[in-house]
């Protein structure tokens, strides 16, 4: 019994037979004497993961692995970025958020190209049209300066005038023409201190009509005086007759237009009674009316026909209408020189 431990003891137990020795290397049991042997792997060693560092029990996190740090090229680690985030239109679509505009600057932009548009439109058009920007106004000035010699006369002075309402209390009147003067210049046509007062607006020509009215009892003359004027001095003109009150002085009443074997046969300056003078602004026109009795009798004190036609006037002309007659005629002669212009120029009276 006691021989069995000691050949126990000889066999090299299989446990420690390649336990490694002090130089680290093996030494092959039951062998004394023999050369140590390199220690070799039999099984494939796991390798680490690149970027992956081993985290032990209370290690720090690397700050190369930070979001904030710098890229360093090459350094083989991943990168990571960030896409635009996205929002949703009416249609549920996808849309960058920071390509959207604010309603504000959108509206803005369009509103300026809109605006530049329909300016750069307008002045193309109006360099296609020759136009200079005021052409309408000024145009139908001018335009209104010609038409003593391009519209025929029965427009101008029609045959028959109907004026409703025109006559004293509301009543109608009708007026008929008897004459018709030839187209002059100015020379004798106004008293002196008229022509005066007209002078620096000029005489192009002068265009005369005479009327009677039903009754054949009043006798009209209008007339319209074409000046050379520029819109500027005709509007002077009919300042200085309104703040002067030129249009009331008797010794500034226009001459009458007589025609023989006419009712108007015995109308001259004595015959005078009532009288209107429109210094026209919109074109280079004064139109001007005086009436007087058919029967040729003088009168003494004429009255200017803004004057007869008031309320509780008691002269003569007042009482016989004859301020309602010059005032009636002229606007009605004058309503006919803007329709022949064109709408541009006419105005209600």
């Known amino acids: 019994m006691p021989a069995a431990p000691r050949a126990a003891a000889a066999e090299p137990d299989a446990r420690t037979a390649h336990a490694p020795g002090a130089a680290g290397g093996l030494r092959q049991a039951g062998r004394p004497g023999a050369p140590e ?18 985290r032990g029990e209370g290690s720090r996190p690397d700050p190369a692995l930070s979001w904030s740090a710098p890229a ?18 009416g249609l549920a679509r996808p849309r960058p958020l920071g390509g959207r505009l604010r309603p504000q600057v959108l509206a803005a932009a369009v509103c300026l190209v809109l605006g530049v548009g329909l300016l750069t439109g307008a002045v193309t058009g109006s360099w296609l049209a020759g136009d200079s920007g005021d052409g309408g106004a000024g145009g139908a000035f001018a335009e209104a300066g010609d038409l003593w010699h391009s519209v025929p006369v029965d427009q101008l002075f029609p045959p028959t005038v109907s ?13 008929t023409r008897v004459a018709v003067a030839p187209d002059a210049d100015c020379a004798a046509a106004f008293d002196r201190l008229l022509a005066k007062v007209l002078d620096p607006v000029g005489c192009r020509r002068l265009l005369r009509a005479t ?16 000046t050379k004027a520029d819109a500027a001095a005709m509007t ?10 030129l249009g009331s ?4 009443m226009p001459l009458p237009y007589a025609a023989e074997n006419t009712a108007a046969a015995g109308f001259g300056a004595r015959q005078r009674a009532s009288w209107t003078v429109s210094v026209l602004t919109d074109a280079p026109v004064v139109v001007y009316a005086v009436s007087g009795w058919a029967d040729a009798r003088t009168v003494d004190g004429p009255q200017p026909a803004g004057e007869a036609m008031e309320s509780g006037a008691t002269s003569a002309p007042a009482q016989a209408g004859l301020g309602h007659e010059a005032k009636g005629l002229a606007d009605r002669v004058e309503r006919a020189l803007r329709k022949n212009v064109g709408p541009a120029t006419e105005h209600p009276s």
């Open 211 to 226: 009327y009677t009215d039903a009754t054949r009892s009043h006798v009209t003359t209008v007339g319209m005086l074409f």
């Open 236 to 245: 002077s003109l009919a300042k200085r007759f309104e703040t002067e009150g």
């Open 72 to 89: 360093v090229p090459g350094d083989g680690r991943p990168r990571v970025s960030f896409a635009r985030p996205e929002g949703y239109d």
């Open 37 to 54: 042997e390199t220690p070799s792997e039999t099984t494939r060693r796991l390798r680490p993961v690149p970027g992956e560092p081993v």
């Open 163 to 175: 004026g409703q309402g025109a006559g004293p209390g509301g009543a109608d009147r009708t007026w």
């Open 249 to 252: 002085r008797d010794d500034l």
